[in-house]
């Protein structure tokens, strides 16, 4: 493999992993995928709001009832409009509104949340622990 083929290698796989994206890029992609969540919850949608759990979380959650009962036995605040704050530490993120505070983990189809329902600075319910 000569030179130019070595570096057109390094740059697909680069490409293809969530670590090589840009941070503000990485911030965009989670704030957005924390206000699908969120628009999903205002709309007691349940399929999407279960879809955009990370595995962990939707399993914790299914232990005893259905996702979506679960969920709205949480009574989750929800969050509209943009983010006050978006956090990215490698695959984890943070996304603050104004009443809630949504935590996700990068996956290989996206941001999935693993956490909501913390209002900012203050304690609170979630999702997962």
Same mark, same amino acid.
């Given at each position: 493999?000569?030179?130019?083929?070595? *570096?057109?290698?390094? #740059?697909?796989?680069?490409?293809?992993?969530?670590? !090589?994206?840009? &941070?503000?890029?990485?911030?965009?992609?989670?704030?957005?995928?924390?206000?699908?969540?969120?628009?999903?919850?205002?709309?007691?949608?349940? &399929?999407?709001?279960?879809?955009?759990?990370?595995?962990?979380?939707?399993?914790?959650?299914?232990?005893?009832?259905? !996702?979506?009962?679960?969920?709205?036995?949480?009574? /989750?605040? &929800?969050?509209?409009?943009?983010?006050?704050?978006?956090?990215?530490? #490698?695959?984890?993120? /943070?996304?603050?509104?104004?009443?809630?505070?949504?935590?996700?983990?990068?996956?290989?189809?996206? *941001?999935? &949340?693993?956490?909501?329902?913390?209002?900012?600075?203050? #304690? #609170?319910?979630?999702?997962?622990?």
């Amino acid at each position: 493999m000569g030179p130019s083929t070595g *570096w057109l290698l390094a #740059g697909a796989v680069c490409l293809a992993a969530s670590g !090589c994206a840009t &941070v503000g890029g990485r911030a965009e992609a989670a704030e957005a995928a924390s206000q699908r969540f969120e628009r999903a919850l205002m709309a007691a949608d349940d &399929v999407r709001v279960c879809d955009a759990l990370a595995p962990a979380t939707r399993e914790e959650l299914e232990a005893e009832a259905p !996702c979506g009962p679960s969920l709205a036995a949480l009574r /989750l605040p &929800v969050a509209a409009g943009r983010a006050k704050r978006v956090d990215v530490y #490698g695959s984890q993120a /943070l996304v603050v509104f104004a009443q809630d505070s949504v935590f996700l983990a990068s996956f290989p189809d996206g *941001w999935r &949340v693993t956490a909501a329902g913390a209002p900012p600075g203050r #304690g #609170g319910r979630t999702t997962a622990s």
